[in-house]
């Protein structure tokens, strides 16, 4: 006499939660990576734009013996000054460039120590959370 056995093939509900709690895992390893790097690009695209437009800054100075008072001065002439001596626009595009988290730049030329002559400006993105003075904020002078 043959014994039938009553078994289906198949999955159990164990196995498959398991599966499934694995792939979540792995889901969510990976967008934890993906979020970093995207983190760390918008970061380097900031510092890059910064470094940039203190660049152009200099350039204005070189020009015009004098840095620009706003970043607009690098596309249209300041009033006053005639196109010889400007020489500009010194960006392509015919407005100051946001950071990558949709902020304005912030302009700074330092202050002059014992009449020193400044020869530097700092261009200021405030980071992701846009607040001035936290962990996150980036400047143009933070790798000279």
């Known amino acids: 006499m043959k014994r039938r056995r009553n078994r289906k093939s198949g999955f159990t509900l164990m196995e498959v939660l398991l599966v499934m709690a694995i792939l979540v895992v792995m889901a969510s390893m990976v967008t934890l990576a993906f979020l970093t790097i995207q983190r760390n ?27 620009p008072q706003k970043l607009d001065d ?4 300041p ?9 500009g626009p010194y960006l392509d595009s015919d407005q100051i ?4 988290w949709g902020n304005p730049y912030e302009y ?9 002559v400044v020869e530097r400006v700092v261009i200021i993105s405030y980071g992701p959370d846009g607040q001035k003075g936290t962990d996150d904020d980036i400047n143009s002078s933070d790798n000279n």
């Open 108 to 116: 700074v030329i330092p202050q002059s120590n014992q009449g020193n």
């Open 41 to 67: 690009a918008q970061s380097d695209a900031a510092f890059t734009q910064a470094s940039l437009l203190a660049s152009e800054c200099k350039r204005f100075k070189m020009n015009t013996g004098i840095f």
């Open 74 to 77: 690098l596309i249209v002439a």
């Open 97 to 100: 460039p946001v950071d990558p």
């Open 79 to 87: 009033q006053g000054m005639t196109p010889r001596k400007w020489k």
